[in-house]
């Protein structure tokens, strides 16, 4: 992982992450306007419109200049394709934050959540000093657990019927990593 700090960019072995732009806006509503998607996330909206994109990316450069949140495009490294977004919230008073991310589901199962969660838990520890990042996931999903156990997470628990998704309650399974420094 390499931060670029005049860019605000991680660079992986195959991604690079970077700040949205207006530009990506057709790409993420035509990515995110997917059922399999939309039930598989907590605040994604559906049906998911132009608005619903530009309105989230407008958000996206006050709150990583104020440390509050880092919203990332995911990217292919070579061609610049959007796959989707990874997430970081900073919570400066408890030195952790929540990850969270979502992939176009034509770009399932290559291992791009995992590669830019990855890279983004190493910018939470090395570049803002996190004690802790932790994730959660609905039960239903056990694809997004797979991804926080191959970034070492460790599952802290489960919140039994915490949040409610289309009439139902769904279970929210945690986990959490903590920085091991040296």
């Not at 030195?95 to 991310?101: D, P």
């Not at 039960?139 to 019927?161: D, H, R, T, Y």
Request: glycine share 8%.
């Amino acid at each position: 992982m390499v931060y670029d700090t005049v860019n605000k960019t991680i660079t992986t072995e195959r991604l690079v992450l970077r700040l949205f732009q207006e530009t990506d806006a057709p790409a993420v509503t035509r990515m995110c306007n997917n059922y399999n998607l939309y039930k598989s996330t907590l605040n994604l909206p559906y049906p998911y419109s132009i608005e619903d994109a530009l309105g989230w990316i407008a958000l996206h450069q006050d709150n990583f200049n104020a440390d509050r949140f880092y919203e990332f495009a995911v990217t292919d490294k070579a061609s610049g394709e959007l796959y989707g977004a990874v997430a970081l919230s900073n919570n400066q008073r408890f030195s952790n934050g929540e990850i969270a991310y979502w992939i176009g589901e034509e770009f399932w199962g290559r291992g791009y959540a995992t590669e830019a969660a990855q890279a983004v838990i190493e910018f939470a520890f090395e570049v803002k000093g996190y004690h802790k990042v932790y994730a959660r996931y609905f039960q239903s999903n056990p694809a997004s657990g797979k991804v926080m156990q191959k970034m070492g997470m460790k599952e802290e628990g489960v919140l039994i019927e915490q949040v409610k998704k289309e009439g139902r309650f769904e279970d929210l399974v945690c986990y959490g990593i903590i920085h091991s420094a040296g």
